[in-house]
């Protein structure tokens, strides 16, 4: 079946540096992408989200562009803060008639001030 | 914001139990769904519902697993006797009516303890 791969983390940043999360994708097609993230105790928020090839989804400072060739869609934001710490989770819907999500394994952030 | 609620948010059972978690999705949407999230792995797909009726579901959603909408508004997963690899975090969303890429609002999960 589809799956996705992330980076594994944990990942640890200083504030203010620069963060990208790799994610891969295998659904043939155009699949339909998102990025998800979890706060402490919290469930899980839509981030951002790319419908077809070359978009870009954006939010929140963090963007993500969905690459057909590549088969990805990394997640990228120039300047993290302390408050972006979080579990981040990359997604997808192959469509064809079906709605449910496969998600990556999660990459959790920690930024340090 | 309209948001997904669920309760409770941590359920703890005896093996062989029967458990109901609970969900109220978004007022005007039509599709929901159930994941679960076993601790330290990927959140999975259970399954979806729409128009009172299952319309897809995993392979993890066997027949010890049951969703049903017995109002207007909730949305509940039963467990019919539960196992200790049952405990997780067990989350529902709900999607609105249109193309499939609509996204997905999540709840905050229930946590599910089986001893």
């Known amino acids: 079946g589809d799956s996705v791969t992330q980076m594994e983390g944990p990942v640890t940043l200083s504030e203010e540096a620069f963060l990208t999360i790799n994610c891969t994708y295998t659904a043939t097609g155009y699949p339909s992408l998102f990025w998800y993230v979890q706060y402490p105790g919290e469930g899980l928020q839509l981030l951002l989200k790319?419908?077809?090839?070359?978009d870009k989804g954006s939010n929140k400072g963090f963007e993500a562009t969905y690459r057909k060739e590549t088969t990805s869609f990394h997640l990228e934001k120039g300047s993290v803060q302390v408050s972006d710490s979080a579990v981040y989770f990359c997604a997808e819907n192959s469509g064809a008639g079906s709605y449910q999500l496969t998600f990556g394994k999660g990459t959790k952030l920690s930024v340090i001030p | 914001e309209p948001e997904v609620t669920q309760t409770p948010s941590h359920q703890v059972t005896q093996m062989g139990q029967e458990v109901i978690l609970r969900c109220v999705p978004i007022s005007n949407h039509l599709y929901f769904y159930w994941y679960r999230q076993i601790l330290g792995q990927k959140v999975e797909f259970l399954v979806s519902?729409?128009?009172?009726?299952?319309?897809?579901k995993s392979e993890i959603f066997d027949d010890q697993f049951s969703v049903e909408r017995p109002d207007g508004s909730n949305f509940t997963l039963k467990i019919r006797s539960t196992k200790l690899e049952d405990s997780a975090m067990y989350f529902c969303a709900s999607s609105g009516l249109g193309r499939v890429n609509q996204p997905q609002h999540f709840g905050d999960g229930t946590r599910l303890s089986i001893l």
């Open positions: 790319a419908t077809k090839a070359d």
């Open positions: 519902f729409y128009n009172n009726e299952i319309s897809e």
